[in-house]
């Protein structure tokens, strides 16, 4: 007969999870181990900090000043200025934020939509994996950039809920097939099995036994798309399909290539580089981190466990 006991035997592969204020400790020991991951890390404190406090320290209207267009860079102004005189680097603060929440939450949507039908589909097979497959298929085959410039014709994007919701339903399919291929796997190990025989539901089995067996792949999945989806919405900004109501990095390529003539222009050349260097450092933070973010949540990789 099966018993509690036995569910915690077979359970044992899996060296015991973080709970409470031990995962915070130990999540700050993944990050301070590597010189790499505290720069990393660093860097995304500190873009997040622009986009909670940028709007607070620049005003939505960014002044105008008519005698400083096309500013070197300088103590005054570390990027440069634009065609109107702005502060390159005030411009990029101020976007911060439009530009990681829409990423945020294109990623969450991604991680939640790819999470859920992914599990789902594993565990029960059948008729439901074959209609989410399906499904699955059609977005995998339809190449999601261009989905996103086709829907930005018909959908208001100038809000980042409105955009982060577009990017994760474009681009959950990748993350709901690599999920449902390790709950194919794990559906058929002890502990699933006993839970089952305790007479456990399908519910209890797929949040409570499986998913903390894939949460290092959504944990690397999450950052991961964060990063696609900033260059999606900036894409879109720059391509000028998205209105210009809202200040975005992308909205900075776009001016700086089609209206300054940033490209053949070296004195509007900072206007380009600037938006540029943003996505570059950015990038480069969330790469760095993702080192960390893969021991936080991969039990192999713990040397507390």
């Not at 005003?59 to 005054?76: D, E, F, G, R, V």
């Not at 440069?80 to 101020?94: C, Q, R």
């Not at 991961?224 to 399909?241: K, R």
Request: aromatic share 14%; hydrophobic share 50%.
């Amino acid at each position: 007969m099966t018993t509690p006991d036995t569910v915690k035997s077979v359970h044992t592969f899996t060296p015991k999870p973080y709970n409470g204020s031990s995962f915070w400790k130990a999540a700050w020991r993944s990050i301070t181990r590597k010189t790499s991951r505290i720069i990393g890390f660093a860097i995304i404190v500190l873009f997040t900090l622009m986009a909670i406090f940028g709007p607070y320290l620049y005003s939505s209207h960014l002044p105008i000043n008519t005698n400083a267009i096309y500013a070197p860079i300088s103590w005054k102004y570390p990027l440069g200025t634009d065609f109107e005189g702005t502060s390159n680097l005030a411009l990029i603060i101020t976007g911060a934020r439009y530009v990681l929440l829409a990423a945020a939450l294109g990623a969450l949507f991604t991680v939640i939509f790819g999470t859920v039908l992914g599990l789902i589909a594993g565990y029960f097979v059948g008729w439901s994996d074959s209609i989410i497959m399906r499904i699955t298929d059609f977005f995998l085959t339809i190449p999601s950039f261009p989905l996103l410039v086709v829907l930005s014709t018909v959908w208001n994007f100038g809000h980042p809920l409105a955009m982060g919701f577009i990017l994760g339903i474009t681009s959950w399919g990748g993350m709901a097939r690599a999920v449902r291929s390790q709950t194919l796997s794990l559906r058929e190990r002890g502990f699933v099995e006993a839970a089952r025989g305790l007479g456990l539901s399908p519910f209890h089995i797929l949040f409570r036994e499986i998913l903390p067996n894939v949460s290092s792949y959504i944990g690397m999945n999450l950052l991961t798309s964060i990063t696609g989806c900033i260059y999606a919405e900036v894409g879109l900004f720059f391509l000028g399909v998205v209105p210009f109501h809202v200040n975005n990095w992308g909205v900075m390529l776009n001016m700086a290539v089609f209206s300054a003539g940033a490209m053949s222009s070296p004195e509007a050349l900072p206007y380009l580089l600037s938006p540029l260097l943003a996505l570059l450092l950015l990038t480069l933070g969330i790469v760095l981190f993702l080192d960390a973010v893969d021991e936080m949540f991969n039990p192999r990789l713990r040397e507390d466990v």
